[in-house]
């Protein structure tokens, strides 16, 4: 198979993954609707989102604001690097750039804490070029084709949480979804002159509403439990002021554990399920959506000190399955991390730093080109950068 033969056919597999939503799709993670970050805070991905339900910073627990003990800020930048591979064909590369979740959270005596975040639910953000042979009149033309996608989901959350005692809490949160996705498809020739090129673009929003609720509790020092759930009313898709399509926002419940009885370490895990299948109206017949798992264990380790600076050592393992299938097929995805917390300040700020190894696997998938079905692998390398504040 020549080069220009092989990279047109790849051209065709990553272009024609999911139809469905749009006439290209750059990758296996960012199916369908997006790629679920997970809403986990740079200490979640670090831990391979096993603190997730204990973690005030991720915006999963609506009971966890009452963990920090004062006022907070925070933000989160995560970019990934992501290439996919079809064996005897080649590979694509890209880069995508996220800020995946922010907030504030306010401590009012010793019994009340209120919380507000922002975080990416679904992120749509990719890119794909190629060029292409494409016969005008008489003449033999090479064009470039640039298909673009940009947006995502956001989850806007207000939580409320009350400890009823010192050592149980339990919260309540609203959501708020909210977002765009905008496609842009662009084919220009080298020729301007003679062949115009062509632009086509579209836009679509989304919005939803939710509820959710929690709760933690610590047992004899060495336990913490934390169990949450969210469902949700009707999440509909909108071109200007004309409703496209509507359905209903996925449950999601998950519990976590930490045990603390080992000197400086503590150990996590946590499992969570999201009913991803109610989003299926929201698309066409083309979109297959999954409900998934998501299961992850992880330890937070004390590492070396620096002056009066207590480094934090963190390694995690994850394994779900996301929740937009790439024709028809599910796609899985591993991952290991690791990371290190760093305070900036004494008991005022900490900067957390995560990096996780990720492989997604659809299996065979069959596309244009490829008759007998091609197993397309994809890999990726996030990184996670989070800072929190106490003023």
């Known amino acids: ?57 991720s915006a999963i ?108 809490s339990f919260g309540l949160g609203g959501h708020f979804f909210t977002g765009e996705n905008r496609f842009i498809h662009q084919q220009t020739f080298p020729d301007t002159v003679r062949f115009s090129g062509m632009l086509e673009t579209s836009n679509v929003t989304y919005g939803g509403i939710g509820i959710s609720a929690g709760f933690e509790a610590r047992i004899r020092r060495i336990w913490q439990i934390a169990a949450s759930a969210r469902t949700g009313g009707d999440i509909t898709s909108q071109s200007g002021d004309t409703t496209l399509t509507t359905a209903r926002v996925p449950l999601r419940y998950g519990a976590g554990v930490t045990y603390f009885g080992l000197q400086g370490a503590q150990l996590s895990a946590r499992a969570a399920f999201e009913e991803w299948s109610s989003l299926q109206p929201l698309g066409s017949d083309d979109v297959t959506a999954f409900d998934s798992w998501d299961f ?25 399955t996301l929740p937009f299938g790439a024709r028809g097929q599910k796609v899985e995805e591993t991952s290991f991390s690791g990371g290190l917390g760093i305070p900036i300040s004494v008991d005022r700020a900490m900067l957390d730093f995560g990096i996780a190894r990720a492989t997604r696997d659809a299996g065979s998938v069959t596309a244009p080109g490829f008759p007998g079905g091609v197993d397309v692998g994809e890999s990726a390398y996030i990184l996670s950068f989070g800072i929190r504040v106490r003023p």
């Not at 009149?137 to 939580?159: C, F, Q």
């Not at 207590?310 to 995690?316: P, T």
């Open 1 to 57: 198979m020549s080069r220009t033969v092989r990279h047109f056919a790849l051209a065709c597999l990553v272009c024609t993954l999911a139809p469905g939503v749009a006439a290209g799709q750059g990758n296996l993670g960012t199916q369908g609707f997006g790629y679920p970050p997970g809403q986990l805070s740079a200490r979640g991905l670090a831990t391979g989102g096993a603190v997730g339900e204990i973690d005030p910073q």
């Open 61 to 168: 627990n609506p009971a966890t604001p009452m963990l920090w003990g004062a006022t907070v800020l925070f933000g989160q930048y995560d970019p990934e690097f992501r290439r996919v591979d079809v064996p005897g064909t080649g590979s694509a590369r890209t880069m995508i750039a996220r800020f995946p979740g922010a907030g504030v959270s306010f401590l009012f005596g010793s019994r009340v804490a209120a919380g507000l975040n922002v975080s990416t639910w679904l992120d749509r953000t990719w890119s794909t070029q190629f060029d292409y042979e494409q016969v005008i009149g008489t003449d033999t033309v090479t064009g470039t084709n640039v298909i673009t996608s940009e947006g995502s989901i956001s989850d806007l959350r207000v939580a409320l949480a009350y400890a009823i005692t010192p050592r149980i």
């Open 296 to 320: 992850g264990i992880g330890a937070d380790v004390t590492g070396p000190r620096i002056g009066r600076r207590l480094i934090m050592v963190r390694l995690g393992a994850r394994h779900r």
